[in-house]
């Protein structure tokens, strides 16, 4: 092996080269390129290569540039180093060998004539007027960013919101009875409807009836309401028991009592059932638990008429015929908010599944009002007069719209965008 010590350099070399294998050759032209190959020896290749084979190196790679769309990038511009009475054929001819062939036409449509300083314009964003305009192209973006009129994305067609129910259901002996919550649909498609002493199920999927319990002479039904999962329902009776049916094999589950006088409202959670009674109590049960009830909650001065567990079983809101909505949560039996702007007995309750803390709540006769509440920090943050006794809210799951169901005077249903409380739906029934 040589022994003699190799002097460093700048270029990292293979095993088997070294500088002086190297000859650089240089071809000039009339036109301001070079090219520069690397030619070795054939003594040094044949160090790298097979003994049979002799072989050369160079570091030139060209790509083939048709479809590279290099007109985009700014290379030719206005102030072409062509000068007058200059060689223009032989211009356009390099820069077809160097560009393309449809480089040429683009250049000839844009009227410039010539290559610019490439340290100027390179990689400068152009138009491509080959292609379909983008919406994010600058000639649609334009200066500023201010999108054309022209290329704006076209209004959406308004909604088709039907007009007319999809079905109509026969429900005799309906209780005309404000303060009760007699219509519950089930996350399984089941409708549950309270009809005097009896519950009635209908199954939207075949239009089947079917009776699941009837309370006898003495009782009537004056609140249903489903579980979560859609297997169980609760029903609360005139005479301050709630029963816990259920549903597909139409057997009762669970009879409870603590009320006074009629349950005319019932809410589950995940885990417990609350019910409200005209005793001005709300009783908290577990089915787990052999009691009636395990907690009551004391704070309205007239009969619960509205109750709504929270999305995350946090905090439960109630309304009253004494005008109040209170909020409580699990770890007291005192109220944590009290909210009495209304001016009439709040049954309409909904908690928004779109943004935490967003209580709506609409009220009787006398107020007409849904109201918009932050339950974080107590505050109203909008309202709007509907006109009409609001009876029913519910937040649509897909879109921050809601829905409100309307008594007298005007006996509507409408829809309302959150939050610009605009009407999408007003429709008299």
């Given at each position: 092996?040589?022994?003699?010590?190799?002097?460093?350099?700048?270029?990292?070399?293979?095993?088997?080269?070294?500088?002086?294998?190297?000859?650089?050759?240089?071809?000039?032209?009339?036109?301001?390129?070079?090219?520069?190959?690397?030619?070795?020896?054939?003594?040094?290749?044949?160090?790298?290569?097979?003994?049979?084979?002799?072989?050369?190196?160079?570091?030139?790679?060209?790509?083939?540039?048709?479809?590279?769309?290099?007109?985009?990038?700014?290379?030719?511009?206005?102030?072409?180093?062509?000068?007058?009475?200059?060689?223009?054929?032989?211009?356009?001819?390099?820069?077809?060998?160097?560009?393309?062939?449809?480089?040429?036409?683009?250049?000839?449509?844009?009227?410039?004539?010539?290559?610019?300083?490439?340290?100027?314009?390179?990689?400068?964003?152009?138009?491509?007027?080959?292609?379909?305009?983008?919406?994010?192209?600058?000639?649609?973006?334009?200066?500023?960013?201010?999108?054309?009129?022209?290329?704006?994305?076209?209004?959406?067609?308004?909604r088709k919101v039907?007009?007319?129910?999809?079905?109509?259901?026969?429900?005799?002996?309906?209780?005309?009875?404000?303060?009760?919550?007699?219509?519950?649909?089930?996350?399984?498609?089941?409708?549950?409807?309270?009809?005097?002493?009896?519950?009635?199920?209908?199954?939207?999927?075949?239009?089947?009836?079917?009776?699941?319990?009837?309370?006898?002479?003495?009782?009537?039904?004056?609140?249903?309401?489903?579980?979560?999962?859609?297997?169980?329902?609760?029903?609360?009776?005139?005479?301050?028991?709630?029963?816990?049916?259920?549903?597909?094999?139409?057997?009762?589950?669970?009879?409870?009592?603590?009320?006074?006088?009629?349950?005319?409202?019932?809410?589950?959670?995940?885990?417990?059932?609350?019910?409200?009674?005209?005793?001005?109590?709300?009783?908290?049960?577990?089915?787990?638990?052999?009691?009636?009830?395990?907690?009551?909650?004391?704070?309205?001065?007239?009969?619960?008429?509205?109750?709504?567990?929270?999305?995350?079983?946090?905090?439960?809101?109630?309304?009253?015929?004494?005008?109040?909505?209170?909020?409580?949560?699990?770890?007291?039996?005192?109220?944590?908010?009290?909210?009495?702007?209304?001016?009439?007995?709040?049954?309409?309750?909904?908690?928004?599944?779109?943004?935490?803390?967003?209580?709506?709540?609409?009220?009787?006769?006398?107020?007409?009002?849904?109201?918009?509440?932050?339950?974080t920090n107590g505050?109203?943050?909008?309202?709007?007069?509907?006109g009409s006794q609001?009876?029913?809210?519910?937040?649509?799951?897909?879109?921050?719209?809601?829905?409100?169901?309307?008594?007298?005077?005007?006996?509507?249903?409408?829809?309302?965008?959150?939050?610009?409380?605009?009407?999408?739906?007003?429709?008299?029934?």
């Amino acid at each position: 092996m040589d022994s003699t010590p190799r002097r460093k350099s700048g270029l990292n070399l293979p095993s088997g080269m070294n500088e002086t294998s190297l000859r650089l050759e240089t071809f000039s032209s009339s036109s301001s390129f070079r090219a520069v190959t690397c030619v070795s020896s054939p003594r040094a290749i044949s160090s790298l290569s097979s003994p049979s084979k002799t072989s050369s190196c160079s570091d030139r790679f060209i790509p083939c540039r048709s479809s590279s769309r290099l007109h985009t990038f700014g290379l030719i511009e206005k102030g072409s180093p062509v000068k007058e009475g200059g060689d223009e054929a032989y211009a356009r001819l390099l820069k077809s060998e160097l560009f393309g062939s449809d480089f040429g036409s683009f250049s000839s449509a844009g009227g410039q004539g010539g290559l610019s300083s490439p340290n100027k314009n390179m990689l400068r964003f152009k138009t491509d007027h080959s292609g379909p305009n983008s919406p994010y192209s600058p000639s649609i973006l334009g200066n500023g960013c201010r999108v054309s009129s022209e290329s704006s994305t076209p209004p959406k067609p308004p909604r088709k919101v039907p007009k007319k129910p999809h079905k109509v259901l026969d429900v005799p002996s309906l209780q005309d009875d404000f303060y009760l919550n007699l219509v519950d649909w089930s996350s399984q498609n089941v409708l549950a409807v309270g009809l005097g002493s009896c519950v009635y199920l209908w199954t939207a999927s075949n239009s089947k009836v079917t009776r699941l319990c009837d309370l006898g002479h003495n009782d009537s039904v004056c609140s249903v309401q489903w579980t979560r999962e859609g297997s169980y329902i609760s029903v609360g009776t005139h005479e301050g028991q709630v029963q816990v049916w259920d549903g597909t094999q139409c057997k009762r589950v669970r009879t409870m009592g603590g009320h006074q006088t009629r349950t005319g409202v019932l809410a589950w959670n995940s885990r417990t059932l609350a019910s409200g009674s005209r005793d001005r109590h709300i009783l908290q049960h577990d089915l787990r638990i052999s009691s009636d009830y395990i907690s009551k909650l004391v704070g309205h001065k007239s009969e619960v008429c509205g109750l709504k567990w929270s999305h995350d079983d946090r905090e439960l809101a109630s309304g009253g015929n004494d005008n109040q909505l209170l909020v409580w949560n699990q770890h007291s039996q005192l109220p944590i908010l009290k909210l009495t702007e209304h001016t009439a007995a709040v049954k309409a309750i909904a908690w928004s599944p779109h943004q935490s803390g967003l209580l709506v709540s609409g009220g009787g006769t006398a107020d007409r009002c849904i109201r918009f509440w932050n339950t974080t920090n107590g505050h109203q943050l909008n309202h709007v007069d509907t006109g009409s006794q609001v009876c029913n809210l519910a937040w649509s799951k897909n879109v921050n719209e809601l829905v409100s169901t309307h008594g007298y005077s005007q006996n509507q249903i409408m829809v309302w965008k959150y939050p610009s409380l605009s009407k999408v739906l007003a429709k008299s029934l």
